[in-house]
Structure formats: C-alpha cells, structure tokens
C-alpha cells in the first residue's frame, strides 16, 4: 500500500515538475520556414534563407475594392499615404511618385556617377546638341512645367533616366494617378514589410494595422474594402488554421478515446488510469523536443495527439491481462517481454525518423519515441503499481476467440488482396509521387487565387522565378550584374519575360562608377563643346552653369555604394536586392511574367555568364522534398531490416517472424493503393507515416501470435487489440478530417494502416501456436 | 474597321447638322440673348469643331525667343482630347479620361501615364473639357471665372480656385468670337506661358 502511494506520489511530483516545465519553457512555432531543411549546397541554403527573409516573401499585394474608381483612387491615396507613415513598411507603392524628396536629391546629386547614358561620345559637341534639341521639346511639351527645373543643371538629361529605371517598367492602368485594376474595380498597392513573410506574429500585427488605418480613412465610404495577400497574409493564415486545427483535433480526438474506452469497458477507473502513461508520454515528448531543437512547431504538438492513438495501447494491453488470478504487476511482468519487444521495434521505426535531417521529421521522430519509451516505462512501473488491488475490468465476450479462428480462414484474402493492390497502383491514373510541394500548404484555393489574380493585374513577381547572380565580393556581383542587363533586356524585349528586378540598373560597380568619371571631360573642353552645341538654340545665356558646375564636382565625387543610400528607400531596396552571405555575396532578382520556365533556363546556361544562374524557386523546393523523401524511403526500407532483425533475436525464431512481419508488409502495400485510389499521391509525410504503420501492425501481430494459456486469457487479448485499434483508428481517423495537409496525409495513412494490420495479422496469426497450448 | 466607314460619314453627317442649327439658332439668339458664362459655354459647345489647326507660341525664361509648334486639337465628347503636334516635330497627346496616351515620334516612346501625375496637364484638361462640354458649372467649380467683352469680341479669363490649382497654373485665358475660339494663352506661375492661336482656315 504504501508503495503504491510511493509511486503515485514520485509520479504526480514529477508530473507536475513536467507541465511547470512545459508551461514556462517551452516554444511553440508555428512558421512553416521552421520546419523547412537548412538545405544542402549554397545555392540551396541562399535559397530558403530567400523564401525566409527575402524581398518576395516580404512583398504585400493589397486591393480596395467595392467603390466607383474615383472613390477607390481617393482611398488609395491616402491609405497609401497613412500605411507610409506606420513604419511597418519599406516601401508602399500605389502608383503615387514612390521615391521621397530625399532619395530623389541623393539620386540628382549622384546622377553622373547612377547613369548609364555618361559614356565618352556623351559630351561631344553632337551629342549635346541632340540632348539640347530634345530639352527643346520638352519645353514645348504640355508636360513642361514638371521638367524643366531639372534642365539647367541637367540637360543631357542623365537625372530623368535615372528616374526612368527606378519607375521601372511599365506598371499597372492608373487612375488619378493610382494604380488599378485593368477594369477599374480595384485600386492596387504593394508593400514590402520590414518584419519577414515568415514572422507571423508580426506580420499578424501588421494586417491589424492595415485593417485598422483603413477602417479610420476618413470619408471612406462604407462600401469599400481591402483584401490582402502575399506570404505574409498566407503565414499568419497557416498559423491560424494549425493553431485552430491543433484546438479541435485534440480535443475531438481526445473526447473520442475517453468515450470508447469508457464504453468499451465500463469502467472511469479505467479511463482514470490510462491518461497516466498518456499524459507522461506527451509532456516528456514535448520537453525532449523543445530541450533538442530549442522549440517545438505546433504540426509535432498536433502530432502529440497522435500517440494517444499508440500510446494508449500499452495500458490497455494491461488492462485486457488483468483477470481475477493476477494482479497487475503480475500481469505486467508476463506481457512485458512482449510488450518490450513492440517497444523496441516501434522507437526503431521512430529513431529512423530522426537520422531523415529533416527537421519536421526528425522533431516528430524524437517526439514519438520519448513518448512512446516514456508511457511504455510508466505502464510498467508506474501504471502496474497504480492499478488499485481488486480492480478487474468487465468480462470480454468469449465469442471473440473462434470469430478470430474463422478469420485465419480467409488467410488468402490477404495475398489476394496485395496482388489486387498491386494492378490497382499499375493502372491507377494518380501518380504514385507527389512532387508539389505547394499541394502540402494549408492556404485555402479562394486565398492562392486572390493572390494569382492580384499578381496578375500588379506584375509582382510571383516569388518563383529567380536569377541569382554571385560572386565573393559586392563588386564582383555587381560586375557580373553589368554583365548580362543587356541580355536581360533582351529576354524582356522577347517577351521572354515580363519584367526583372536587377541591382546593378540601379547601382552601379565601382569600375563603372570610375569608368564614367574619366569620361567626364574637363571644365573648359564642356564649355567650348556646350557653346558650340548652343549655337542657334534660343536658350538664354548662362543658363547652363549649374551643369558645368554639377560635371566638375561629379569628377571628383566619391564612389557611390549601398551605404551612401542607407536608410532610405533606395537603399531598403538595395539591401534587398544585394546580400551577403556567410562571406558570399548574391544580387536576387525576382523575374516577372516568366514564359517558358524550360526554355529560359536553356538561355540563361547558354550565356556561360560566371556565377549567373536561372532557379525555379518552386521546382527548387520540390526536388528538395522529392529528395528527402527518396532519404526518408531508404531510411524506412533499412528500419525494416533492422526490425526483422531484432524481432527474429528477440523472438529467438525465424519462423515465427513470418506470421508477425508478412501481415504488416502486405498492409502496406493496401495502403498505398488504397490512399492513391483515395485520389491522393504519396508526398514524404505518407512515406513517414509507413514507419508508424509498421510499428502499429508489428504490436498487433507480436500480441496475435502470443502464446496463451487458456481460451480467456486468449479472448481477453483480442478483445484488448480490437480497442488498441479501434483508437488507434478513431484518432486518426480524426487527423485525416484536418485542413492541414500534412495531418491529413499521416491520419489518413494510418487509419487505414492501422485498420488492415490487425485485419491481416488476425486472419495470419498463427493457429498451430494456439492449440497447442 | 468594318464600320469605320459608314460610322465616320455618320458622325461628319451629324456634325453639319448640328453646325447647320447652331447657326441658324445663333442667328436668331443674337438680340435677344444676354451676354453670360453660360451662354458662351453652351455656344462653345454647339460651335465646337471636330479637330481645330493651331499654332502654338511657348515663353519661357529659360529661352531668349519663343519656340513654336503646329498641330491639331481634337475633340471627341465625352471626355477624350487630342494635341497632336505636327510640326517641326511629331508628338501626340490623348487624353482618355484620366489617362494620356504620349507618343514621340523623335523620342521613340509611347507610353500611358496618368493625368494625376501631371497637375499641370490636369488644370489645362480640365477648363478644355468644361468649356467645351458646356459645363459651367464644372468650370465655375474649379476656376474662378472672368468674361468680358462682347458676344463678337470676347475674353474669357479662368484662375484656378484651390491653392494646389493655383501653384500649376496661375491664369488660362481665352479670346474668341461668337462659339469660336482664336486664342488659348495658358500662364504659369513663375511667368512662363505659351499662347495658342487656333487658325481660322483650316474648318471644314
């Protein structure tokens, strides 16, 4: 007795130490960037950390809809306007002029370094003669007055292409000098988010603010809205619905269990006692994996519930043993080298998890084998001592035992069901394979086709497409950058693509840089070509001495770099488009409206440009997944043989691994037909979950094929294994209900998974076994 | 294409007969009519021709003599305008609504901005699009406004009302006759203006 309360007391101690620890320890995340692999090569690991902190993921594309057009271009003026001033933003572009005074004056003083039109015929007398006669122009024009206090100082005209570049190409219909939509039913504007797309917190924050500068525009009227969308939008919808759906699913499961085992035993002790190892198994899996990764992502939380559909097995085991005869710890001691031997193979099937490199794998890895190693412990130690004396669970129905014998019968369903499985895959018109990566994100379909559509009427780049120009040093980048614009403009011009976002248009190489100031003639030599030029131009005298002097400074200017625009906009962009990286330097640039992904990635090789390459951000990722799962598949086919191999030295038999290991591997099999007849292709997720399948249908067939003593203890047995699976189905049959993809490929594949192990490993089992004794 | 035939001849058809009325109605007005804003206005808009010849003078401080343009100004109700300068060079302007189509041909660009970005542009539309759709009240909305002068000989003096206005454009004036204009000059405020003559031979 006084154990008992012993061991009661040492596990509440240490229960409660547990949840103290998982209450003020413990990091939930919930951004999909954690769960993502630091990738392998450099190109690869840039990658990702673009995806995580890169310019594309931090752009918003935002539209005002529900007004007439000139209610939407007033809207958009001063939304834009009141969004500037929240400082959540880099950039707000609504087609209002997006460069500030400042950053305009920065770029007139640095025009003749920033320009790509200072070359050495530039000064001739020709050349300034068409630049004059072009200003002439100008002044005719009605468009005059905006220009012409930039002529004096410039007249080459070096300060209005800058400009030029930095509008870029030609964006969006504008109305009242706002971006829109080509029929004028939304008013378009993008931002670029100082905080990550990832960071959802932030982000979150950020679309409450949005949501609330727009509810206070004044005069708005009532009819309009804003939509949002973006990374950003879709990260704080993920973790949304993983937190939502994280809620539901464990309480739906946890509901569905306590209720079934209620009903299947009659019995609140009962029930009372099995949370024990189940609640000890998920807070120590959660300390494990929070101590290990520094954090646990709210998928692995989710996943949780999951062991309460495996773990739970192990007090029912006991439970289904205990009988009038034996007391628990007895019962216990008897079932344990059986129950051991489940362990073993199970946590061997996790453990491979954990060597996939993948980190969500490898944190559902971990998390499932102190889970499972912790309640199988408890349920041995603890459980077994907690079990009050008399307790003896309600009688089984005896008719279970020769329902069992007749399914053996029907031992040929099972190859004829593998064959069966087998022409179904063959002819299936679902790939075997999933390689998008896209199909596993949570965004809702009505959410991904807002934001293609606003990509669409924006030209934003749609965080696919990118070239990646590199090199050790800025400069080299830069250079290289020089290198392929004119090629650049060519696959622009070619349709090829639509648009492109490069560095070196905005910031030119030092040597560039110093190339232009060479060509900058000398003070006198500009006066005599310029008088030259002037002559029979009605412009008035001396009106071109701010020129004279702006070249005569501009000879001895210092270089221009990312530093001298810091902290402005033109520098939020720079930074954006130039980074460094662990000593390595990338220029990204985002393409826009690409064509034909296949053939510019042909062009772009063909250039042999050094260190400038074509990537499919997508295509990327997916050979990423489509590589981890290949690992992850090698990994499960190896786990396999080792579990063959621990079962045939822990059952000190190979026959006897026939009947425990052909039902599992053939369930399998039914598995993949039967979740590719469900319409769905396999994706690395599916794949892990096999290990989970194969640990489940190991337990069944090591407990089927237990020899008995007497035709109750036998009956007793099955009827424990039919609650073990009818859980381990409800709880995952739960899971397969989820939005979240990735949930919903592991409940589905282990719902049926588990249902057709015990089903084959029932009409299996080995009879001989079982009337012998 | 199919129906740009029979639609122009439409349209030129149309035109005479209202030119044909207007005149037989300004004929009859004359004594009666008292000389206001609004009946110039709707006279401008009855007289308004089709496309208008013009030859435009600009003054600016940057230059020692004025520069000088030819060209055509179209009129299409409701809202579309053309500037197509023809000589010494060719550059178009359409204006559409709130967009202007801006085609060079020296410059090699055509390319679509938006009026807004333009205020200048803007002010000028504006009082063109108000005088000539007769909307006075538009105009006398945006523009405090002048006229003087008699129904034979007038001056039609417009200043933008809102200091935004003001800073673009600080007066445009029209002379003219009858529904007819002869002059359009347009000031800035840093004194700089151009005047455009519209020439009297080219109707048609």
């Known amino acids: ?773 | 294409m199919i129906f740009g035939r029979p639609l122009r001849k439409a349209i030129t058809g149309i035109s005479f007969l209202l030119l044909l009325g207007s005149g037989a109605l300004a004929a009859v007005d004359v004594p009666t009519a008292p000389w206001t804003i609004d009946g110039l206005v709707a006279l401008l808009k009855e007289q308004r021709e089709p496309s208008m010849r013009f030859e435009e003078a600009t003054y600016s401080s940057l230059l020692t003599e004025p520069l000088k343009v030819r060209g055509l100004l179209r009129f299409t109700p409701p809202a579309t305008m053309e500037k197509a300068i023809t000589e010494p060079f060719r550059e178009r302007y359409v204006i559409d609504g709130d967009r202007v189509l801006f085609e060079s041909e020296r410059k090699g660009i055509k390319r679509s901005i938006s009026l807004e970005d333009y205020p200048a542009l803007r002010s000028f539309v504006d009082a063109f699009r108000a005088s000539f759709t007769g909307d006075a009240a538009r105009l006398q909305k945006v523009y405090d406004v002048t006229l003087e002068g008699t129904r034979r000989q007038w001056t039609f003096l417009l200043r933008p009302r809102e200091a935004g206005g003001q800073s673009m454009v600080d007066y445009i004036l029209f002379t003219g006759s009858e529904g007819r204009v002869a002059t359009i000059a347009i000031r800035l405020p840093d004194g700089d203006r151009s005047v455009m003559t519209v020439l009297r031979e080219s109707t048609r």
């Not at chain 1, 310019?55 to 939304?79: H, K, N, T, W």
């Not at chain 1, 005074?101 to 003749?112: A, T």
């Not at chain 1, 006692?273 to 992502?297: D, E, Q, R």
């Not at chain 1, 260190?611 to 086919?637: C, H, Q």
């Open chain 1, 1 to 773: 007795m006084s154990r008992r309360f012993g061991v009661m007391g040492l596990w509440t101690l240490a229960m409660v130490c547990g949840l103290w620890l998982a209450a003020t320890q413990v990091s939930v995340h919930s951004e999909l960037a954690d769960l993502l692999p630091e990738g392998t090569t450099a190109t690869q690991r840039l990658l990702l950390t673009q995806v995580r902190t890169g310019v594309a993921g931090r752009l918003m594309l935002l539209a005002i809809e529900g007004g007439d057009p000139d209610d939407l271009a007033q809207a958009s003026q001063e939304f834009g306007t009141r969004l500037r001033a929240t400082g959540h933003f880099n950039i707000i572009g609504n087609g209002a002029q997006a460069l500030s005074k400042q950053d305009q004056e920065l770029l007139f003083r640095s025009r003749y370094l920033l320009s790509r039109q200072v070359t050495p015929e530039a000064f001739s007398v020709e050349s300034l003669r068409q630049s004059l006669e072009q200003r002439l122009d100008d002044l005719r024009s009605p468009l005059a007055s905006m220009i012409k206090e930039t002529i004096p100082g410039d007249p080459t005209g070096a300060f209005l292409g800058i400009l030029k570049d930095w509008a870029g190409q030609e964006g969006p219909a504008k109305h009242r000098g706002v971006w829109m939509s080509e029929d004028h039913t939304k008013a378009l504007l993008v931002a670029e988010t100082r905080a990550t797309g990832f960071d959802a917190d932030a982000q979150a924050t950020i679309q409450q603010d949005i949501r609330k500068t727009f509810e206070a525009l004044p005069g708005r009227s009532a009819s309009l809205r804003v939509v949002m969308s973006g990374p950003g939008v879709f990260a704080v919808e993920i973790k949304q619905t993983i937190e939502a759906e994280i809620w539901w699913l464990s309480t739906a499961a946890s509901t569905l269990v306590v209720l079934f085992l209620y009903a299947s035993y009659r019995s609140v002790t009962l029930v009372l006692l099995s949370v024990i190892p189940l609640s000890t198994g998920i807070v120590a899996g959660v300390l494990a994996v929070n101590s290990w990764f520094g954090f646990i992502h709210g998928i692995t939380l989710g996943f949780g519930i999951t062991l309460l559909g495996i773990v739970d097995d192990y007090p029912i085991h006991l439970f289904s043993h205990l009988n009038v005869r034996g007391s628990a710890p007895a019962v216990i001691r008897a079932i344990w080298p059986t129950m051991r031997l489940g362990v073993l193979t199970t946590v061997i099937g996790f453990s491979s998890l954990l060597l996939s490199g993948f980190p969500a794998l490898a944190q559902l890895g971990l998390f499932a084998v102190v889970g499972l190693v912790t309640a199988a412990l408890v349920t041995r130690y603890v459980l077994s001592v907690c079990v009050p004396p008399a307790f003896i669970p309600r009688d089984v129905p005896q008719k279970i035992v020769p329902a069992v014998a007749q399914l053996t019968r029907a031992k040929w369903l099972v190859p004829g069901a593998v064959v069966l499985a087998t022409f179904m895959l063959l002819w299936s018109d679902t790939p075997l394979w999933q390689t998008d990566l896209a199909s596993l994100s949570p965004v809702s379909d009505a959410r991904k086709r807002l934001d293609e559509q606003l990509r669409q009427d924006l030209g934003a780049p749609d965080v696919r497409d990118l070239l990646v120009i590199e090199g050790p040093t800025a400069e080299d980048v830069l250079q290289r950058g020089e290198a392929v614009i004119s090629q650049l403009e060519q696959l622009r011009t070619g349709e090829m693509v639509a648009g492109y976002d490069l560095v070196s248009s905005y910031l030119p190489s030092r040597r560039s840089q110093q190339a232009r100031q060479q060509v900058l003639p000398e003070r006198s030599v500009l006066e005599h070509n310029l008088q030259t030029a002037l002559s029979g131009l009605p412009f008035a005298p001396g009106l071109f001495t701010p020129f004279l002097d702006a070249i005569d400074a501009a000879r001895t200017q210092p270089m221009i770099d990312r530093d001298t625009f810091k902290s402005t906009a033109v520098g939020m962009k720079l930074g954006s488009l130039l980074i460094e990286q662990q000593g390595q330097w990338s220029a990204v640039v985002p393409l826009r409206g690409v064509a034909d992904r296949a053939r510019l990635a042909e062009i772009v090789a063909g250039w042999h440009a050094p260190g400038v390459a074509y990537v499919d951000l997508k295509e990327e990722s997916n050979l990423l997944m489509t590589a981890y799962r290949d690992r992850t598949l090698a990994i499960v086919a190896w786990g396999l043989l080792v579990i063959a191999v621990v079962l045939a030295v822990g059952l000190k038999s190979i026959s006897v691994l026939r009947p425990v290991l052909l039902p599992m591997m053939s369930a399998l099999v039914v598995v993949v037909a039967l979740v590719n007849a469900a319409g769905e292709s396999l994706s690395l997720f599916h794949v892990a979950t096999f290990l989970l399948v194969i640990g489940l249908g190991l337990d069944y067939a090591l407990f089927l094929n237990r020899p008995e003593g007497t035709g109750e203890e036998r009956a007793r047995t099955l009827y424990g294994l039919l609650v073990c699976s009818a859980t381990t189905i409800l709880v995952f049959g739960v899971l397969a209900c989820s939005a979240i993809p990735v949930l919903h490929a592991i409940g589905l594949t282990a719902a049926i998974g588990s249902f057709c192990c015990l089903l084959f490993a029932g009409m299996m089992a080995d009879e001989g076994a079982h009337a012998e004794a």
